[in-house]
């Protein structure tokens, strides 16, 4: 292994213990929280929930002026001023006596994972590895899915030992003594020799600038299967288990498949990560939306527990791929010049999915007493997610489409003419 492989694992490394410790803690353990803070409290279910929609909202609106901020300055920057804000968030919550203040801290929790986990370590990767990126991607983002296993247990444990109060200083401390000391000293946007003048201008990368990126077919079906994604994703995992119960599993059964499925997810980043780098980003994304169709046909028929009991790893491996695939099509369709500003542009549909998934399920459920019809939009979305991945265009593609589009129509019209 040369120097470099050693330094771009290490930089993986860092990444995952990462998402691990303030994805992990941020995503994952809110409800562990809820009912302490209903006794202590008295507040509802809908205003603590309330709090994580504020969290994932504000995740993923701040991230194309994260995006282009990556774009500008080195990761580590922007990286260990994300995680002392999340650390900071989550000292804060520990102090809290009104609702308003919780919110408050969590909007702020929100702007310090936008800036400190996915988008930054997926971006950082796309710009460390070219061989192997599909297999980095997925072994980074897996420390989202470890780390609310992780993460959760710890507070689980934090709260019975010393209350909620201490539950949040707990999942404070890792991002001050492991994470921010970690990523200042291991991590940097790209390798020196991709950058000689140790300057993080972007002038030499190859790719398209953001305006002529937007104009790209790869992009706006980037955009689409990001918004499928969002609706797909958050939806069907939200809604697993009050459906199994409502087709006569009982709630421990409904929790073991969930349970089981989550278990499956570092699997499948992992699996269509390595597919990516045997085929591309391209046909690995979509093959991960064509398995997610397979899983919610059998979810539909899971009232026969052979159909659940397949469903759980097919589904499970599918549902949160995407995650490591994405800005790995963005990398290879769009290139590295201004990755970040565009998965962090890209990133807004999936807000929009994920925003609407849950809700209009319910809402569907609401209306029509069955999720029958609900899991027949996740189908039809994972479909159209998938034909909108192999749409995607290689780079040298998109670029001369863009060289094209830059002559205008007079000069296009006068070579048709000339021949």
Not at 333 to 356: D, Q
Request: hydrophobic share 55%; proline share 4%.
């Amino acid at each position: 292994m040369t120097a470099h492989e050693r330094r771009a694992w290490l930089v993986v490394a860092t990444l995952f213990t990462t998402l691990l410790f303030v994805f992990g803690a941020a995503f994952f353990t809110a409800g562990i929280f809820f009912t302490p803070l209903i006794h202590q409290f008295g507040w509802s279910r809908a205003e603590l929930s309330a709090v994580t929609s504020a969290l994932l909202v504000t995740t993923g609106l701040s991230a194309p002026v994260f995006g282009w901020i990556l774009d500008q300055v080195d990761a580590r920057v922007l990286m260990t001023a994300g995680v002392a804000l999340s650390g900071v968030a989550f000292v804060g919550a520990s102090r809290i006596h009104t609702f308003a203040a919780l919110f408050i801290f969590y909007i702020l929790l929100g702007l310090g994972v936008g800036a400190s986990s996915l988008l930054p370590a997926t971006f950082v990767v796309a710009n460390w590895f070219e061989a192997g990126r599909g297999l980095a991607m997925g072994i980074t983002t897996a420390g989202t899915s470890v780390g609310g296993m992780v993460m959760t247990l710890v507070a689980n444990w934090a709260i019975r030992f010393g209350g909620w109060r201490f539950g949040f200083v707990l999942l404070a401390l890792p991002m001050f003594v492991i994470v921010i000391p970690l990523v200042a000293l291991t991590l940097r946007s790209r390798p020196a020799e991709r950058d000689p003048r140790n300057v993080y201008g972007n002038n030499d990368l190859p790719g398209l600038e953001v305006g002529p990126a937007l104009c790209t077919r790869s992009f706006w079906m980037l955009s689409i299967g990001q918004f499928c994604f969002g609706y797909v994703g958050p939806g069907a995992v939200l809604h697993l288990v009050p459906y199994l119960i409502g087709i006569g599993y009982s709630v421990n059964a409904g929790a073991l498949a969930l349970s089981l499925m989550l278990g499956f997810i570092s699997v499948g980043k992992l699996l269509f990560g390595w597919i990516g780098d045997q085929l591309t980003g391209r046909a690995s994304l979509g093959l991960d939306f064509i398995t997610a169709t397979v899983g919610l046909i059998l979810l539909l028929a899971a009232r026969h527990p052979v159909a659940l009991w397949a469903m759980v790893p097919i589904l499970g491996c599918a549902v949160g791929s995407p995650v490591a695939l994405m800005p790995m099509v963005t990398a290879e369709s769009l290139g590295l010049k201004r990755l970040g500003s565009l998965i962090g542009l890209s990133n807004l549909p999936y807000t929009i999915g994920a925003a609407l998934g849950p809700i209009m399920s319910g809402h569907i459920f609401d209306l029509t007493h069955s999720y029958t019809i609900a899991f027949e939009v996740f189908i039809a979305l994972a479909i159209v997610g998938a034909a909108a991945s192999f749409a995607c265009r290689d780079l040298a593609t998109e670029q001369a489409y863009a060289a094209e589009r830059a002559k205008g129509p007079a000069a296009r019209a006068a070579a048709s003419m000339h021949h």
